[in-house]
C-alpha cells in the first residue's frame, strides 16, 4: 500500500486507564495479548479487575505487534514496571509469537470468556467477527465453550473486507455503519460473494449511477446476510452479543439483528478487546489455582 | 456454412469465426460496461481478420457471463461449449478445463465431446485469473511477467490464505520478510493451480486434458497443473482464451 494514499480503512487505536482503580493495591496482576491478523490488544488486570488496556494496529511482525500492543497498555498506567506482571496468556492468530507470555489459548475460548466478563453470564451465543475470520460461539453462564463455528478462509463478511471496500469508496471505516443508511429506499445486497468481484460490482454499481451511500448499504446487507449464514448454521440462544471490530459497525450489525431476530446486548466497553481480556481472566484463574508462574 | 462463435466474458470478449469446421478469423476486445458495444466489436475485429461480411454469418452462438446480451444469437452454456472446443482441439481429451478471469470450470467429455459431468467455480477469486492479477498488483510486477518469473524459481513456499484478499496480505508479509520475487510468484501459481486441480478432481483427470481460457497462457500455471495432477497428456491449443467462442461456433453450427 502506497504510504501518499490516503488510509481510509485506518481505525482509531486507543489505549485507556481505569481512573477507578490502582495497580499498587492489586494482588496479582495478569496480563491477555490479542495478536489478530488486523489489530492487536493488550488488556492489564489486577486481581481480575480491568486497569488498563491497548488497542492497535498488528503489523507485519507478530511478536512486535504484541510488544507494542502490551507498551501501549502500559503507557496508560504510566508507572507501572514490566516486570509487575504475574503472568500473560497469548491468544488470536499470532498466540504464539507472544514472546512474554506464559502459554497461548485460542481465541474461540477467550472470546467466550471476554464476552462473558464484557456482557454478563446471561451471554449465550457470542459472535465474533474481527479482521480476518468469523465465529459463532455458544457458551453456558461462565463463559465456557459449549459449540462454535468459524470461517477463515474467506474475506467476506470479515472487517479486512470492509476495509477494502472503504479504501474503495473513499469513506473513512469509522463513517460507513452511518452513511450507509443515508439511502431513500434499502438496495439489493450486492450479489457477489467473493471480495474481489464485490470490488468490481461496486465500481459497476457505481458507474450506474448509483450513490456511494447506496453502494455502501448493498454491500453491508450482504456482510450481514454472510454472517447470518453462518449464525444460521450454529444457530442461536439468547442471550446474543456480539464482540469484535464489526460490533462496532452499525450498518452491517443493525442489518443483521433483524434476521437474528433478537436484540443484540449493549456495553460500553470496546469490542475489540473481548478477546484479550478472556485471555487475561484465564491467567488470574491460572494463578487462583496456584498454577501461575513459579517465582 | 459459416457460424460466429461469440463468448462474452467478465474480462474481454471473443468472437471466432468458424468455415466448415476451419477458424478463419478472431477478434477480441475488452468487456466494456456497454457489453453491446463490446459485442459487436468483437464481431466486426473477427470479420474483418476473416475477410467476410457480417452478413455472410449463417449461424450465431453465444456464451459467457454476458450471453444474454448476445442478439441473434443460440445460447449455448459455458459447459457446452467449452466440452465441443475441447473434442474440436483435440479428439482424444476426455476432460476439459477452462479458467477465466472470474470463474473456473472443469467438466469429463465423452468421445463425441458432449460433457458428461462437470464442476463451476464462479464464487470464488482463488481459483480464477482475477488472483494472479491481484497478487501481480500486490507484488509489483505487470501481470504478464509473473508466469515467467515463478519458472526461474524451485522453491515450495506454501501459501497459508486460500482468499485473494487475504493473500494479498500474506504477499505483503512475504515482500517484509525478504522472500524473494520469482520464490513468491512460484507460491502464488502453486496456489491458484491447486485450486483448479482440487476442482478438476472432482470430475476426474485420467486421459488427456484440454486446458483454454486466459490463465492457460500462462507458462507456470500449466507446469504446476501439470505436477498437481501428474498428468503428461496437457494440451493448450493456441490461443486457449478463444476456446469458448470456438465451443459456441460449433455448437450454433451442428443446430441447423
Excluded at chain 2, 12 to 24: A, E, R
Excluded at chain 2, 63 to 87: E, F, L, P, W, Y
Aim: with cysteine; proline share 3%; charged share 25%.
Amino acid at each position: 500500500m502506497p504510504e501518499d494514499k490516503k488510509e481510509f480503512w485506518r481505525w482509531a487505536e486507543s489505549n485507556w486507564k481505569n481512573p477507578d482503580l490502582n495497580w499498587e493495591d492489586a494482588n496479582i496482576i495478569t496480563v491477555g495479548v490479542d495478536v489478530g491478523s488486523v489489530s492487536s490488544q493488550a488488556v492489564i488486570m489486577g486481581d481480575g479487575k480491568m486497569l488498563a488496556y491497548g488497542n492497535m494496529r498488528t503489523g507485519s511482525e507478530s511478536p512486535k505487534s504484541a510488544v507494542n500492543a502490551f507498551n501501549f497498555a502500559l503507557d496508560a498506567l504510566i508507572d507501572m514496571p514490566e516486570d509487575r506482571m504475574d503472568y500473560c496468556v497469548g491468544t488470536g492468530y499470532g498466540r504464539v509469537n507472544v514472546p512474554f507470555a506464559d502459554r497461548p489459548i485460542t481465541e474461540i475460548a477467550c472470546h467466550a470468556r471476554g464476552a462473558n466478563f464484557i456482557y454478563g453470564p446471561e451471554v449465550r451465543t457470542v459472535l465474533d467477527v474481527g479482521g480476518q475470520d468469523i465465529k459463532v460461539i455458544q457458551c453456558d453462564e461462565k463463559g465456557k465453550v459449549t459449540n462454535f463455528l468459524m470461517n477463515d478462509k474467506c474475506a467476506a463478511g470479515t472487517g479486512r473486507g470492509m476495509e477494502v471496500l472503504a479504501d474503495l469508496l473513499g469513506v473513512s471505516i469509522n463513517e460507513v455503519g452511518e452513511r450507509s443508511f443515508k439511502v431513500k429506499e434499502e438496495p439489493r445486497a450486492v450479489s457477489s460473494t467473493c471480495v474481489v468481484y464485490a470490488k468490481s460490482e461496486a465500481t459497476g454499481l457505481l458507474r450506474k449511477g448509483w450513490t456511494t451511500e447506496e453502494v455502501l448499504a448493498s454491500y453491508c446487507r450482504a456482510m450481514a446476510e454472510r454472517i447470518y449464514a453462518l449464525i444460521e448454521r450454529v444457530g442461536v440462544v439468547p442471550r446474543f452479543a456480539v464482540t469484535g471490530g464489526m460490533a462496532k459497525n452499525r450498518g452491517v450489525i443493525d442489518r443483521l439483528m433483524p434476521m437474528v431476530g433478537l436484540e443484540r446486548m449493549t456495553t460500553t466497553w470496546d469490542t475489540q478487546i473481548a478477546g484479550a481480556m478472556g485471555a487475561a481472566l484465564f491467567g488470574y484463574a491460572l494463578c487462583q489455582k496456584g498454577k501461575g508462574r513459579k517465582k | 456454412m459459416i457460424a460466429a462463435g461469440i463468448d462474452c466474458g467478465a474480462k474481454s470478449t471473443k468472437t471466432v469465426i468458424l468455415k466448415d469446421g476451419k477458424i478463419i478469423g478472431k477478434g477480441k476486445v475488452l468487456t466494456g460496461f456497454d457489453l453491446d458495444k463490446s459485442i459487436n466489436e468483437s464481431v466486426a475485429a473477427a470479420c474483418r481478420a476473416a475477410g467476410i461480411a457480417e452478413k455472410d454469418i449463417e449461424r450465431r452462438g453465444g456464451t459467457g457471463s454476458g450471453k444474454d446480451s448476445i442478439k441473434g444469437a443460440v445460447i449455448i452454456n459455458d459447459i457446452k461449449a467449452m466440452a465441443r472446443a475441447a473434442h474440436f482441439y483435440s479428439p482424444g481429451a476426455r476432460t476439459a478445463v477452462d479458467v477465466g478471469a472470474e470463474e473456473g470450470r472443469a467438466a469429463q467429455i465423452d468421445e463425441q465431446g458432449h460433457p458428461v459431468d462437470f464442476a463451476i467455480n464462479e464464487k470464488c477469486a482463488a481459483g480464477a485469473g482475477a488472483f494472479i492479477e491481484a497478487m501481480s498488483r500486490a507484488l509489483e510486477t505487470p501481470l504478464e511477467e509473473m508466469g515467467p518469473l515463478a519458472l526461474k524459481s524451485d522453491n515450495e513456499i506454501p501459501m497459508n490464505a486460500q482468499c485473494a484478499i487475504f493473500a494479498e496480505s500474506e504477499v505483503v508479509g512475504l515482500i517484509h520478510a525478504n522472500t524473494e520475487k520469482k520464490d513468491i510468484s512460484k507460491a502464488i501459481h502453486d496456489a491458484i493451480a491447486g485450486r483448479v486441480v482440487s476442482m478438476v478432481r472432482r470430475v476426474g483427470a485420467n486421459e488427456e486434458v484440454v486446458v483454454m481460457g486466459g490463465v492457460a497462457y500462462n507458462p507456470a500455471f500449466i507446469k504446476a497443473m501439470q505436477t498437481q495432477l501428474n498428468i503428461d497428456k496437457v494440451h493448450i491449443p493456441d490461443d486457449p482464451e478463444f476456446g469458448a467462442a470456438v465451443g459456441a461456433a460449433i455448437a450454433a453450427g451442428e443446430q441447423l
